[in-house]
Antibody, heavy 126, light 110 residues
């Protein structure tokens, strides 16, 4: 059974760096064709994709946030860590991580997000 | 402004069939498979459809996805009260090199 859980601070100050950890079970991020994605959703707004890390340590980042995001995986701990620098109040949102796999081949377009964590609400305020 | 366009709302009565559309472009829906996600109030998204038409295990066959050109649709038949939720389409965009989501459609069961 695959589960994922996001953890990290609920409140960060503007300009600070946010560090979120996705701890998962039921799969290994060293298995070919597996990835973990990150998303966010401001209150009352739509989902936004942030980043994806693949089993081979390749990564995709949202172009609009690429300069602020870093993804690291720790396969031994079954964790993926997302850092986002220079936080701003507009970054206040629920942040989700999700298990990802491919339906056919390794081109990013074939990947989808099958199981999600419950999310963690992050508020950016001084 | 989302690159994938969805109607903000849809509605139907129990038992009816409802369709939610998702409009994109040649760089996303026109080139890559679409997935659909359901989000009940206050909960995490759940995968309903991947690869345009495929249902994960456990998703009832009342939910059906289709795709044509640069648009995709999610059809829900035999509408039930528990289907009341937000629905999102998503696809990879070759131009942006990013996954893009629709703005979401809030489905109300009358």
């Amino acid at each position: 059974q695959i589960t994922l859980k996001e953890s990290g601070p609920t409140l960060v100050k503007p300009t600070q760096t946010l560090t979120l950890t996705c701890t998962f079970s039921g799969f290994s991020l060293s298995t070919s064709g597996v990835g973990v994605g990150w998303f966010r959703q401001p209150p009352g707004k739509a989902l936004e994709w942030l980043a994806l890390i693949y089993w081979d340590d390749d990564k995709n980042y949202s172009p609009s946030l690429k300069s602020r995001l870093t993804l690291i995986k720790d396969t031994s701990k079954n964790q993926v860590v997302l850092t986002m620098t220079n936080m701003d109040p507009v970054d206040s949102a629920t942040y989700y991580c999700a298990h990802s796999e491919t339906s056919s081949g390794y081109y990013p377009g074939y990947w989808y997000f099958g199981l999600w964590g419950r999310g963690t609400l992050v508020t950016v305020s001084s | 402004q989302s690159l994938l366009s969805q109607p903000p709302s849809a509605s139907g009565t129990p038992g009816q069939r409802v369709t939610i559309s998702c409009y994109g472009s040649s760089s996303n829906i026109g080139s890559n498979p679409v997935s659909w996600y359901l989000q009940l109030p206050g909960t995490a998204p759940k995968l309903l459809i991947y690869s345009n038409t495929q249902r994960p295990s456990g998703v009832p066959d009342r939910f059906a996805g289709s795709e044509s050109g640069t648009s995709a649709s999610l059809a829900i038949s035999g509408l039930q009260s528990e289907d009341e939720a937000d629905y999102y389409c998503a696809a990879w965009d070759d131009g942006l090199n990013a996954w893009v989501f629709g703005g979401g459609t809030k489905l109300t069961v009358l």
